[in-house]
């Protein structure tokens, strides 16, 4: 497709179960980078990726929070035992490269709602 | 820890009328974007400025980034209402060559008719 795509578009799922998020960035776009928007707020960063690696992970929350992107495509953020303040929209984006000066394109998000 | 605050956070203004919406940000950044996000939407890129004094202007707005005083402004003229949207400006950190953005506080902005 044309954007970056996300999904699922919703996820429900109940205190302590595990979920994976999936990110498909735009064709040919090396920088993938995962955001958390909580309602009224700015995006805030979590970890991000330059082809396969990961360039910067500072923003995860702890320890339950992981991300890859083997084979410098699709990526997965995935969240252990979750918890109800793990609620939020995530959002994927990404860019042609770090350096080249051009914006990051987001995706509609998948917004998690922990029960 | 950089801190990027946007101000006001609410505004309601009439058509027609013209007004500014200030980012201001704690650290060193020659780079800016600002972004818009309509309600229950993704956010969609609006500008890109790379430089102290950069100056885009797209129909009925207009950005400008000042990197000595840390500030980027986005000026509305004669607003109308398909402006209405939440609008936030993200500086680029650079960090032997990583880059992420930290993202302003957002501007709620609605035009009234």
Redesign the interface.
Known sequence: GAGVSQSPRYKVTKRGQDVALRCDPISGHVSL?WYRQAL??????LT?F?YEAQ??KS?LPNDRFSAERPEGSISTLTIQRTEQRDSAMY?C?SSLG??I?????????TRLSIL | ELKVEQNPLFLSMQEGKNYTIYCNYSTTSDRLYWYRQDPGKSLESLFVLLSNGAVKQEGRLMASLDTKARLSTLHITAAVHDLSATYFCAVVIEDFGNEKLTFGTGTRLTIIP
């Open positions: 980078y009224g707020q700015g995006p805030e960063f991000y330059n360039q910067d923003g959002r984006a770090t350096g000066n051009q914006p990051q394109h987001f995706g509609d998000g």
